[in-house]
């Protein structure tokens, strides 16, 4: 089906300290040269797996599903068409909800960013081509046990500044110590990310690193482990 695949782990470490947090992807370059790709998250009171297809650098549709401990599972899918995001969504028990998120086609179109770490380069990397801003769409979690709002459409404007290039980030533990050279370190602002925040991105765009003060108490630091590439892996599907 495909020659081209790449996969990796995310590690969520807070304050130094791992927390068991992982996000597992992987990734398949179709016949077409898009991309296919998975991620799975699972933390203390659910489990989340996100299936996107991405074309030319950027996220063109994903289903998202996201599983509580207790309550109900959430189901959505995203679809970035000209001029409108169609959104489908369907809760638990009830019905199937669709709706459509329009925006102007003069514009450029916004970037869809399905929650995962293994899309947050990406969306770094193009909105520094659009000139550092530009509008991300994200699924709200932002209250789990909100129902009626979880994984709604969130329109935001990021942005996004250069701030190093040819950096080397190191690796971490004795198992995958490697390190990542050539890497641009990045600024990400918008939502919960502030100036402080700091993203690491390789030469293909994939984000390695990322640090996060989310209180003057706790710092995130979210590594990624590359388990392996097969074929030769471009930098934009």
Not at 126 to 148: F, K, M, S
Request: aromatic residues 8%; negative net charge.
């Amino acid at each position: 089906m495909t020659s081209d695949s790449d996969r990796g782990i995310y590690h969520y470490l807070l304050n130094g300290e791992p927390t068991g947090i992982e996000e597992r992807w992987q990734r398949h370059r179709q016949p077409s040269g898009d991309w296919l790709v998975n991620s799975s998250r699972r933390a203390r009171g659910n489990h989340m797996e996100v299936d996107a297809w991405m074309a030319a650098g950027r996220v063109s549709r994903f289903e998202l599903s996201w599983a509580p401990e207790e309550g109900e599972p959430v189901r959505a899918g995203y679809h970035l068409g000209d001029g409108a995001i169609k959104v489908s969504r369907h809760a638990g028990g009830h019905d199937l909800q669709q709706h459509e998120v329009s925006f102007p086609t003069a514009t450029a179109a916004p970037l869809l960013s399905p929650l995962m770490r293994v899309f947050a380069g990406p969306v770094i990397a193009r909105l520094l081509e659009a000139g550092g801003q530009g509008t991300v769409v994200v699924p709200n979690i932002d209250q789990p046990t909100a129902t009626e709002s979880l994984l709604q459409p969130r329109l935001s404007t990021r942005r996004a500044r250069l701030l190093e290039t040819g950096v080397e980030v190191p690796g971490m533990g004795e198992d995958w110590s490697e390190p990542t050279p050539g890497c641009r370190l990045c600024e990400y602002q918008g939502d919960q990310y502030g100036p402080e925040a700091r993203f690491w991105l390789a030469e293909d765009d994939m984000l390695v690193r990322y640090q996060w003060r989310q209180s003057p108490t706790e710092l995130w630091d979210v590594r990624l482990q590359r388990l392996g590439k097969e074929g030769g892996v471009g930098s934009r599907g």
